[in-house]
Every structure is written in structure tokens, then in C-alpha cells.
């Protein structure tokens, strides 16, 4: 079984920058990543996804433009890197690990999940 441990949320002013890291206990290297988030009051919302190879990427609408996804798989890491944040994207983000190798859009097919970290945007 894959463990996943966040880290790099925090506070931050509207406008700045976070790098959300997420370690995996083993590999998901022939696997599909994903970075989600969950707000007060709001379903939890896929962010980004990407491929086992990196080539092929996924953002949603609302994070497109600002929110970059990229993973390492020689260190078994995937990262998120967050700019222009705003008070919207508060929340507490996890990264998790699909059951297949080609990213598809159902949150069911990610069945590893870390606990989460937390990041909040203040305006």
C-alpha cells in the first residue's frame, strides 16, 4: 500500500506563491498523480492531474494558469507549485495516486490518499 505525506501549506497573503510537496512511501511511478483540495462548505475539487511520464497535464478552470503540476519520479515526489493564490483557493490539499496509469477525470480511481495539508489565502 502507498503512503503520502503532504507538506509546504501555510498561510499567505492574496497574490503570493506556495510549493505543496507530496512524498509517497513507495513507487507511483507507473501510476497517475493527482493534487485535490477540499474547502468549508465545498465538494472536494481535483486541481491537477498528471500522467506517469509528466508530459500530460490536467488543471482545472479555476487553478489554470496559476497552479503548476510536476512530479519526480527518481525521488518518489510530486509537487504543486501555486502562484497569484487567492482567498478561493483555501483549503486542505491532498495528493493521491490512481489506480491506473492514464489520468482519467473520476476521483474513484484514486485510491491512495495522504492526510492533507493545509493552506490558507488571506485577502
Known amino acids: 500500500q502507498v503512503q503520502l505525506v503532504e507538506s509546504g501549506g501555510g498561510s499567505v497573503q492574496a497574490g503570493g506563491s506556495l510549493r505543496l510537496s507530496c512524498a509517497a512511501s513507495e513507487s507511483s511511478t507507473n501510476r497517475c498523480m493527482g493534487w485535490f483540495r477540499h474547502a468549508p462548505g465545498k465538494e472536494r475539487e481535483a486541481v491537477a492531474r498528471i500522467d506517469v511520464g509528466g508530459s500530460n497535464t490536467y488543471y482545472s478552470d479555476s487553478v489554470k494558469g496559476r497552479f503548476t503540476i510536476t512530479r519526480d519520479n527518481a525521488k518518489n515526489m510530486l509537487y504543486l507549485q501555486m502562484n497569484s493564490l487567492k482567498p478561493k483557493d483555501t483549503g486542505m490539499y491532498y495528493c493521491?495516486?490512481?489506480?491506473?496509469?492514464?489520468?482519467?477525470?473520476?476521483?474513484?480511481?484514486?485510491?491512495?490518499w495522504g492526510p492533507g495539508t493545509q493552506v490558507a489565502v488571506s485577502s
Open positions: 493521491a495516486t490512481s489506480r491506473f496509469v492514464v489520468c482519467g477525470a473520476d476521483q474513484a480511481d484514486f485510491v491512495y
